[in-house]
């Protein structure tokens, strides 16, 4: 109910004050919520949302396992630490700084995409693995060594479990960067999809279309969010 | 047989911290089906010694022999059941004993010796902290090791419940005669459950006294009221001093 009134609340001070500093470049609160009927009604904006929904999944996807796969390798075999250390030079390259670059070698469209998806997502999910793998208690390690666990029913069996609150933690991060990331490449270097819609809508001057796409950016952000919560509560299920 | 020889052990030197000389010349022995309890106050490294004998730590000098066999990496021929909570909280009752045994009969028949058979399905979370030490004890039992070390296992409980383990204990060792090293700063419990206790003291640590205890097993709780137990911890409380 709160959340509700909130929403009503921001609705009427940007009609408050859109209507005591009239623009021409902001509609009004009606002029948006036709333009969201008119935008509801027709083929286009679906295309736009599944196309960006399709980009994520498959670059969230890659980045999910390769993420989770490098972080619990990397943590578990010590010898490999040094490829670490290279993942980490590239993580503070924020990914709109590859764009030019994927736009060079995929060329404009959904390669480029996934691409800078998956940079987005891949950071926070192998970094939150990693750290969950290499901070296994040793209570845990002595007690699978006294019982002979084998080393693959020790990964699958108590690393990767172990590590599973961590990688969700890097999940829940991973989609909203990722979500952030498709939406930045779509608007520079795309032909399809909510960013590319936005700036359409910029080039056309059609603010209200703008504004929607906004308002729907934020709503499917907020629900892949969700998604991720949710299954975290399914399949963690022993807290 | 378990033969302790010669063991000692010191802590590496690290950042601005100095080598540390734990454990030095330790030398005992355990014989099959025997209950020894060690006991020392906290800190004097008496966990250090349950990790050599499972063979977590390499000691500097001196070995343990189990049935002649020197020890040198973890087995399944001694597990220890832990101070702290050693269950895997994500895997169930039965998931947690089929790691350590895949017999479902084994299973089913050391889940029932702890009181454990209708929780099956249960997480750890969802146990209590009595049963939680049960389970890490059907756990350590269903592989049948030859030698069970219990590293103040009930340390984190509080005195009824503990009392009402010590009973459980007593009667799930009468019953399976396991050679078991108890490690606790407990003198009554090491008392109560042990046939022989030996005391480590000292800077670095070793041994400074041996009792043995001549009560029968199974043990009742009244033992303890009794004059014989009475001067066994005043004889135990003055050289432990």
């Known amino acids: 109910m709160k959340k509700v009134l909130l929403i009503i609340l921001v609705i009427a001070i940007y009609q408050a004050v859109n209507s005591l500093f009239p623009n021409s470049y902001f509609p009004s609160v009606f002029q948006i919520f036709e333009a969201l009927l008119k935008n509801l009604s027709s083929r286009e904006i679906y295309l736009h949302i599944f196309t960006s929904l399709l980009r994520i999944l498959i670059g969230f996807s890659i980045a999910s396992i390769t993420g989770i796969s490098l972080g619990l390798i990397l943590a578990y075999d010590q010898r490999l630490k040094d490829i670490k250390l290279y993942i980490e030079l590239l993580r503070p390259i924020p990914p709109i700084a590859w764009i030019p670059i994927a736009i060079i070698i995929f060329g404009l469209g959904n390669a480029s995409a996934y691409f800078i998806v998956f940079l987005g997502a891949f950071f926070p999910i192998f970094t939150n693995t990693y750290f969950g793998a290499i901070s296994v208690p040793h209570i845990y390690k002595n007690v699978a060594s006294s019982f002979e666990v084998s080393k693959f029913k020790y990964f699958l069996k108590i690393l990767l479990f172990f590590c599973l609150p961590y990688i969700f933690s890097g999940l829940k991060i991973g989609i909203g960067m990722a979500w952030m990331s498709v939406i930045a490449a779509e608007l520079i270097g795309a032909q399809s999809g909510l960013g590319y819609y936005i700036q359409l809508n910029r080039l056309l001057l059609q603010t209200d279309n703008i504004i929607i796409g906004m308002i729907l950016i934020g709503i499917i952000g907020n629900l892949l969010q969700k998604l991720i919560e949710f299954a975290e509560e399914k399949i963690i299920v022993w807290n | 047989m378990i033969h302790i020889k010669n063991i000692s052990f010191n802590y590496p030197a690290g950042n601005h911290i100095k080598e540390k000389p734990v454990l030095t010349g330790i030398n005992f022995s355990i014989k099959d089906g025997e209950f020894v309890s060690v006991l020392g106050r906290s800190g004097c490294g008496k966990t250090t010694l349950a990790n050599i004998l499972a063979g977590y730590l390499t000691p500097q000098t001196g070995e343990v022999l189990i049935n002649n066999i020197k020890v040198k990496k973890p087995g399944k021929n001694r597990i220890v059941v832990n101070q702290e909570n050693d269950l895997f909280p994500w895997m169930t009752v039965w998931e947690n004993m089929k790691l350590a045994n895949?017999?479902?009969?084994?299973?089913?028949?050391?889940?029932?010796?702890?009181?454990?058979?209708?929780?099956?399905?249960?997480?750890?979370?969802?146990?209590?902290?009595?049963?939680?030490?049960?389970?890490?004890?059907?756990?350590?039992?269903?592989?049948?090791?030859?030698?069970?070390?219990?590293?103040?296992?009930?340390?984190?409980?509080?005195?009824?419940?503990?009392?009402?383990?010590?009973?459980?204990?007593?009667?799930?060792?009468?019953?399976?005669?396991?050679?078991?090293?108890?490690?606790?700063?407990d003198i009554d419990e090491a008392i109560f459950l042990s046939d022989r206790i030996i005391i480590l003291g000292g800077t670095p640590t070793s041994v400074v006294g041996q009792f043995d205890i001549n009560f029968l097993h199974p043990r009742e709780l009244s033992i303890r009221k009794t004059k014989k137990f009475v001067q066994y911890k005043d004889k135990i409380k003055y050289s432990y001093v």
């Not at chain 2, 249960?122 to 009595?130: C, K, M």
């Not at chain 2, 009468?174 to 606790?184: A, C, F, G, I, Y």
Request: no cysteine.
């Open chain 2, 102 to 185: 895949s017999n479902e009969k084994e299973i089913n028949k050391y889940l029932k010796l702890v009181n454990l058979k209708d929780y099956k399905q249960y997480f750890p979370n969802h146990l209590s902290g009595g049963m939680k030490k049960r389970l890490s004890l059907a756990r350590a039992l269903v592989v049948n090791p030859d030698f069970l070390i219990l590293d103040e296992p009930f340390d984190s409980l509080d005195y009824r419940i503990r009392e009402v383990l010590h009973i459980e204990l007593d009667r799930i060792f009468s019953s399976t005669k396991k050679t078991t090293l108890l490690v606790t700063h």
